[in-house]
């Protein structure tokens, strides 16, 4: 089965640290994306960085990077000197080839709070 | 301005009601998502329109209506819905060809249900 698992529910970091997100997923596919989105509290989805399967450096967008470890199917996201305006959630989301075209499955989103 | 757009974002309907999300996007892609985003769970495909036609359905009550009358726009038709639909309704698009790297999200209709 395809899956996207992110097992912290909140995180707190400090203004000016790094913090880093987990992501795991599950997917018998080859071919597949991962994406991290990062929603504030007004509800719409931002697009935050992608990573291909076959891609063999890892994304960096920023202060965005993302830490793809292929064998142990995880995408962690990691935010470099954090500002108070990254508090939001966070969601990883895989795309799956499935019927014949491909769809966006997500995870349930780590809440992120940053502290002055 | 995102390129896909929502209307309205916040609504507030009666469950003997009929409603309507509109969603329009303005990027060239030929596929389109909703979603549904309840509080404290993952985010919830409903359906899929690839090259205007709806290619999946997971399973969603038939009191939601999809409509793609082309591949700029995307309606989702309400009617006698429930309490427990009130979430925040999310559509997406992206280039159904070969392997997308980008969706591209609307900013959301908030829906209560009284």
């Known amino acids: 089965a395809q899956k996207i698992t992110q097992t912290q529910p909140g995180m707190f970091v400090q203004e000016k640290e790094a913090v880093t997100l987990d992501c795991t997923y599950d997917?018998?596919?080859?071919?597949?994306?991962l994406f991290w989105y990062k929603q504030p509290s007004s509800g719409e989805m931002i697009f935050l960085i992608y990573?291909?399967?076959?891609?063999?450096q890892n994304a960096t967008e920023g202060r965005y990077s993302l830490n793809f470890q292929k064998a142990r199917k995880s995408a962690n996201l990691v935010i470099s000197a954090s500002q108070l305006g990254d508090s939001a959630m966070y969601f990883c989301?895989?795309?799956?080839?499935?019927?014949?075209?491909?769809?966006?499955?997500f995870g349930a989103g780590t809440r992120l709070a940053v502290h002055p | 301005e995102t390129g896909v757009t929502q209307t309205p974002r916040h609504l507030v309907m009666g469950m003997t009601n009929k409603k309507s999300l509109k969603c329009e996007q303005h990027?060239?892609?030929?596929?389109m998502y909703w979603y549904k985003q309840s509080a404290k769970k993952p985010l919830e495909l409903m359906f899929v329109?690839?090259?205007?036609?709806?290619?999946e359905n997971n399973s969603v009550p038939s009191r939601f209506s999809p409509e793609c009358p082309n591949s700029s726009h995307l309606f989702l038709h309400l009617h006698t819905l429930q309490p427990e639909d009130s979430a925040l309704y999310l559509c997406?698009?992206?280039?159904?060809?070969?392997?997308?790297?980008?969706?591209?999200f609307g900013s959301g209709t908030r829906l209560t249900v009284v």
């Open positions: 329109y690839s090259l205007e036609e709806r290619v």
């Open positions: 990027l060239g892609h030929n596929a």
């Open positions: 989301a895989m795309r799956a080839f499935s019927g014949g075209y491909n769809k966006l499955i």
């Open positions: 997406a698009s992206s280039q159904e060809r070969g392997h997308p790297d980008g969706y591209t």
């Open positions: 990573q291909g399967s076959y891609d063999q």
């Open positions: 997917t018998s596919d080859p071919s597949y994306g």
